[in-house]
Nanobody, 115 residues
Framework: QVQLVEAGGGLVQAGGSLRLSCATAGTISRANAMGWYRQAPGKQRDLVATLKSDGSTNYADSVKGRFTISGNIAKNTVYLQMNSLKPEDTAVYYC?????????WGQGTQVTVSS
């Protein structure tokens, strides 16, 4: 059973920073990719950033230049450094881990940015 454990969410003022972390428990297989999605109230879950096993990254246009994804796929950990946060970044942030053809999700961590 694969479990993803997220940490680091919270309340921050606009312009501030937060760092999310995601660790994996219950597996020894190597992931293809890990990353983050977010879901605001009443909206769909959208991609934030992805880190692939070859080291390549992918970001949503809305977070480019402000967010940085990092981690160690071999150790099943991923981080999201979020700078210059905006109220529109408020959402539940979900970590995911891909081991084709399966995607695993964390329980989510709330990020709230006040104006």
């Amino acid at each position: 059973q694969v479990q993803l454990v997220e940490a680091g969410g919270g309340l921050v003022q606009a312009g501030g920073s937060l760092r999310l972390s995601c660790a994996t428990a219950g597996t020894i297989s190597r992931a293809n990719a890990m990353g983050w999605y977010r879901q605001a109230p009443g909206k769909q879950r959208d991609l934030v950033a992805t880190l692939k096993s070859d080291g390549s990254t992918n970001y949503a246009d809305s977070v480019k230049g402000r967010f940085t994804i990092s981690g160690n796929i071999a150790k099943n950990t991923v981080y999201l450094q979020m700078n210059s946060l905006k109220p529109e970044d408020t959402a539940v942030y979900y970590c995911h881990r891909d081991r084709a053809p399966t995607r695993y999700w964390g329980q989510g961590t709330q990020v709230t940015v006040s104006s």
